[in-house]
């Protein structure tokens, strides 16, 4: 009997033409793109990415169990909606899955680990934060540059279905990420952050790596509830949203 872990595989790195429409059809969402709540229609999708009914219906299917599409019986597909409610619940969560995958990785993760945190940020810092108006490749680049740093932070944890999870919500937190970025003047300036996030993962400093990842994640809630129209009205409902979960604790 194998050690192999029954966590979910990740179709988005399957290499055949139906998941091809699958990667490109999810970047479009997760980006924005495609905008929150839009529906989306086979005539358009056809054009939009030269596919057939059934690759594109099982594209769809795919993106219906990761939670960024909704089929409505009868009325096809639509992109999931976003909401201030959803935006809290994933960042406390990802604050849940994020810290322990990070501490676990520092318990347990070796040199080769560490040489991946200091590469993924040597890179991540050649990419400079994409505003609003910055071109889909620039915002491909920093995006994957960013996803790469604190994949590799977490990397070393030892449990596929952790990895799984923090994932899933780090794509779910990333549409409000692209979304902050539509509608702010200047990005934020993160470089410090994830400077003194690897600082302290490098040093094995459990405690304050925690804090850090936790700050980090918050602020990019903050930094949301400021500029994205409609969220600030709603401002206290974070704080309402953070006692609960610290209820679950």
Not at 94 to 107: D, G, L
Request: with cysteine; charged share 30%; glycine share 6%.
């Amino acid at each position: 009997m194998s050690g192999a872990s029954t966590a979910p595989q990740n179709v988005a790195l399957q290499h055949t033409a139906g998941f091809d429409i699958h990667r490109k059809l999810r970047a479009d969402i997760l980006d924005c793109r495609i905008a929150p709540g839009e529906r989306l229609r086979f005539e358009d999708l056809r054009e939009r990415y030269a596919a057939g009914i059934g690759t594109l219906r099982e594209a769809l299917s795919h993106l219906v169990a990761e939670g960024l599409v909704r089929t409505e019986s009868g009325r096809g597909f639509r992109v999931a909606q976003v909401s201030l409610a959803d935006m809290l619940d994933i960042a406390e969560w990802r604050v849940e899955f994020e810290v322990r995958a990070v501490t676990e990785s520092i318990r347990r993760g070796d040199d080769a680990w560490e040489a991946e945190i200091v590469s993924a940020f040597h890179l991540l810092g050649k990419s400079m934060l994409p505003t609003g108006t910055a071109s889909a490749q620039e915002w491909d680049q920093w995006s994957a540059r960013h996803r790469a740093f604190h994949d590799a932070l977490a990397r070393a944890c030892g449990s596929p279905w952790l990895l799984h999870f923090r994932s899933t919500l780090y794509d779910q937190a990333h549409r409000y990420r692209r979304l902050t970025a539509l509608h702010a003047p200047r990005g934020r300036g993160k470089s410090e952050e994830h400077r003194a996030i690897m600082e302290a993962v490098l040093a094995r400093d459990t405690e304050r790596a925690a804090r850090l990842v936790e700050q980090h994640i918050r602020r990019t809630v903050d930094f949301a509830l400021k500029h994205v129209p409609g969220l600030d009205v709603l401002r206290t409902a974070k704080q309402t949203s953070q006692a609960t979960v610290r209820k679950r604790r």
